[in-house]
């Protein structure tokens, strides 16, 4: 397994085509606003070789039998989902954001049962080369981009009708040796910081979509891929002096639009080729097992829920009754989250492939809670904190010979907390709830993994209402002959 060390090496041997304010990044790792994502995604390298999280970021390939990263795994019981839960909460309490390696994670496993069962009806070998190229992952310790979500165009028309065709990423030449594709993946999380990108349709198809219905791998700087980095509230803080404003001086996360400019993908890196009537399959197993994956939310949750209780206590409002419930509420709703995601996992099962699949029902749960939580728990933090959190001079000022004797005086709470300490911990607030780590704690809660109405739509497939009827009639004395 890499270390955290080599994976900051293997970035710089890549030669990604990445584009930010305008402007190419020459130096993507050292970038002062990338880099703290990639420190994030760096994480879940050192995590694995310390001692005390080694059951939760490692597991044994089952390919190899070696000793791997967890988030190169296929799930080979529901001790591994629960221990996946646990671990994406781990990482999310350590970093403060998104960590970035959940959705390759995800991806592999959905694509191990869907090129499985593409083989079954079809009896093509698309599984035995998504294997190869999962060996190849492991072996590796890989950063996997998973890319689901094209742009979409116009939300009422299929594929096919869009006024522009690249629209949805699709086929526009097949040769002998492979074939050569189109379009754009948005909205991508940990892009830059990937060796590989795995793409996946965003959408169950009909046939007159089959150029859009496939899926393959790609080296990260593959010809013809260009990155254009998403902008994020306050992400240029981290390129001022001084650390104080930019809230979490570690870690952060980025996404970014994926373009496709006529790239080239060889067939022993295609997992599904115009098999539309299994796009929607692979979906839908995406879907659940990212939805699962949410639980990291309930580890970025730990963080927030701590920085509110240390500014109540830097305020010196600790004591007071309304103070004392509003945290009880926070850590209701975050255990909540990890609740549904623990569920899911230990009600999942063993597919015809070999590899155990959550509870697709208990994991839309699960994402349910998540699009409506973490906001509940931002407004409380955002409560407790006060209105300083968000009219608190800059960093600068405070360091100021002029002006910093008043910030130093006029902004300090409890007396023996030095007015720093008060104002790194509001910033901290600041940034989970308002600022760069926002994005995936709040609108990537909202909207990753498919938004709200997509979960409902699979909670009404799920949910048996005719046997909760058949209880129901039966216990209140109502009885037909065929039932």
């Known amino acids: 397994m890499k270390t955290a060390a080599e994976y ?57 039998g070696k000793k ?9 019981s529901t001790e591994d989902l629960v221990k996946k839960t646990k671990m994406c909460r781990l990482m999310g309490s350590i970093t403060g954001c998104c960590f970035q390696r959940c959705v390759g994670m995800d991806a592999m496993n959905a694509l191990s049962m869907t090129t499985f069962d593409i083989d079954a009806k079809y009896g093509t070998d698309y599984n035995k080369r998504f294997l190869d190229y999962l060996g190849f992952v492991q072996e590796n310790d890989l950063v996997c981009d998973g890319a689901m979500t094209d742009p979409k165009g116009d939300r009422g028309l299929p594929p096919h009708k869009q006024a522009d065709p690249d629209m949805f990423l699709h086929v526009v030449e097949e040769r002998k040796d492979g074939i050569v594709v189109r379009g754009a993946k948005a909205h991508q999380t940990g892009a830059v910081n990937s060796h590989e990108i795995i793409i996946m349709p965003t959408i169950a198809m009909r046939e007159e979509d089959k150029d859009y219905a496939i899926s393959f791998a790609l080296p990260s700087d593959a010809e013809g891929i260009t990155y254009i980095m998403g902008r994020q509230s306050c992400d240029t803080r981290k ?74 206590e830097f305020n010196g409002a600790q004591k007071a009754s309304h103070v004392k419930d509003k945290i009880i509420e926070m850590n209701h709703l975050n255990e909540t989250l990890f609740c549904g995601s623990v569920a899911c996992a230990a009600e999942g099962h063993k597919e015809q492939s070999g590899t155990y699949y959550v509870n697709t029902l208990l994991a839309n749960v699960c994402k349910q809670n998540v699009t409506r939580f973490p906001y509940e728990i931002s407004r409380l933090a955002q409560d ?35 007015t720093e300490d008060r104002m790194r911990m509001l910033r901290l607030i600041e940034n989970l709830t308002l600022g760069t780590a926002a994005v995936g704690y709040l609108t990537e809660s909202m909207h990753g993994a498919g938004s709200p109405q997509a979960q409902r739509i699979m909670i009404s497939r799920q949910v048996n209402l005719k046997e909760k009827q058949k209880v129901a009639k039966r216990l209140c004395g109502i009885t037909k002959d065929d039932e």
């Open 8 to 64: 900051e090496a293997s970035l710089r041997n890549l030669n990604l085509n990445v584009y930010q304010f305008g402007k190419k990044v020459e130096n993507v790792v050292d970038d002062p606003i990338i880099r703290p994502s990639m420190n994030a995604v760096a994480a879940t390298y050192d995590c694995a070789h310390k001692p005390e999280y080694e059951d939760l970021l490692t597991a044994t390939s089952h390919l190899t």
């Open 384 to 418: 407790i904190a006060g209105g300083l959190m968000v009219t608190l001079p800059s960093e600068e000022d405070f360091r100021s010979p002029e002006v910093g004797k008043w910030v130093e005086k006029y902004f300090k709470g409890n007396a023996e907390v030095p």
């Open 239 to 312: 390129t001022e002096s001084g650390n104080i404003d930019r809230g979490n001086v570690l870690f952060g996360g980025h996404e970014a639009l994926v373009v496709f400019e006529d790239v080239f993908v060889p067939w022993d890196r295609i997992f599904m080729y115009k098999e539309w009537d299994f796009a929607g399959q692979l979906v839908e197993q995406f879907a659940s097992y990212h939805r699962q994956s949410y639980a990291c939310k309930a580890g970025v949750g730990d963080v927030l829920i701590g920085a509110t209780q240390t500014i109540a």
């Open 68 to 76: 791997i990263n967890r988030f190169t795994h296929i799930h080979q």
